[in-house]
């Protein structure tokens, strides 16, 4: 029978994904991770609940992908490379089945991106995966949240709102024929995180945040963090051919409200956007203009309610949809 230490040594001490990372692996008390000259170390951590963060009984080699997945997307949009990462499994029970598809799914994904498994913890409890991150970044050119300037453009990479309606029409608020559930479900258990494009954003974007909880929620992290201020054109948000075969509602409130999607959204000077398209094209990764950081007026905010986000339609017209990210401990 497998117990805490036989099921760490089986499942997640692959030590060929780990020997360049770190001076001392797994099976000590503490990791040694040796500083990369010139660099300063980019620090994440995120935690999924079953539950909460993923349905019950979802597909083991999936969840162990997108649990690795949504912490290197924190490192894509700082500009940062991977280098390693620690795990915290809380499980109900040992289910040697589950964890061979668990660690395949983490290891895929951790060997493409160059980013070692150096330690971590075990413990009996409601099924609960968290994550910390490690990479490299220059500190002089690491994106920030709080860094747009006013004039910058506003970017989204890749394409917004699938993850969200897979989920809508898992909770049957919206049909999807089994196809377009089945792609839908792709972006929403294995999102890819953009660590080449994020890299190459770096010193030539100013302000970048991955899209984790809704653009509606997300961007507002950036505007607040700069004090600034933005107009969106919901109906330039990029979308799937899937998504735009939805109804308009469906479509605006996925793309723009949706949560899961991993993209980055990111903000840049106007005479960048040659450099802007070209870092997308060598990421493979397609990027769109969506709005326009503009500068806040604290004063017309406060007396007359202004919004620090205004959206609007294809023709420049403000439009005041209900739209909000998602918030864990009220959705």
């Known amino acids: 029978m497998l117990n805490e230490f036989s099921l760490i040594r089986r499942y997640f001490s692959r030590h ?31 935690m999924l609940v079953e539950g909460r963060h993923f349905f019950a009984g979802a597909d083991a080699r999936a ?13 894509a949009a700082m500009g940062a490379t991977p280098r390693a990462f620690t795990l915290a499994l809380a499980l109900p029970a040992i289910d040697e089945a589950w964890l061979a598809d668990f660690s395949d799914g983490l290891y895929a994904l951790a060997e493409r991106a160059g980013c ?13 995966l968290c994550v910390t991150v490690f990479g490299d970044v220059d500190a002089h050119t690491a994106l920030r ?15 917004l709102g699938d993850a969200r309606l897979a989920l809508g029409a898992l909770r049957d608020e919206w049909p999807l024929d089994a196809h377009a559930l089945d792609a839908a479900r792709r972006a929403m258990d294995q999102p890819e995180p ?17 899209i984790s909880d809704g653009l509606a929620g997300d961007l507002m992290h950036i505007l607040e963090r700069s004090d600034m201020s933005a107009r969106v054109d919901l109906d330039a948000l990029p979308r799937s051919t899937l998504l735009a075969r939805q109804p308009a509602d469906i479509q605006r409130l996925c793309t723009a409200a949706g949560g899961d999607d991993y993209e980055l ?11 802007i398209e070209d870092a997308g094209a060598r990421a493979g990764v397609r990027v769109t203009r969506v709005g326009t950081i503009t500068a806040f007026n604290a004063e017309a905010h406060a007396n007359a309610g202004a919004a620090r986000l205004v959206w609007t339609d294809g023709r420049g017209q403000p439009v005041t ?7 864990h401990f009220n959705d």
């Open 265 to 275: 959204c990111f903000t840049a000077p106007v005479d960048a956007r040659a450099r």
């Open 194 to 210: 953009r660590l080449a494009l994020g890299a190459a954003l770096a010193g030539v974007a100013h302000a970048a945040l991955d």
């Open 145 to 159: 949240r709080d860094a747009a300037r006013d004039g910058d453009d506003i970017w989204i990479s890749g394409t």
């Open 116 to 128: 070692a498994l150096i330690g971590g913890d075990t413990t009996k409890g409601p099924l609960t």
């Open 321 to 327: 949809p209900a739209l909000r990210g998602f918030d």
């Open 16 to 46: 060929k994904n780990s020997s360049d990372a770190a001076i001392l692996s797994v099976g000590d008390d503490c990791a040694l991770l040796a500083p990369t000259p010139g660099k300063v170390l980019a620090v994440s951590t995120d």
């Open 63 to 75: 969840l162990g992908h997108k649990t690795l997945a949504v912490n290197l997307s924190d490192l």
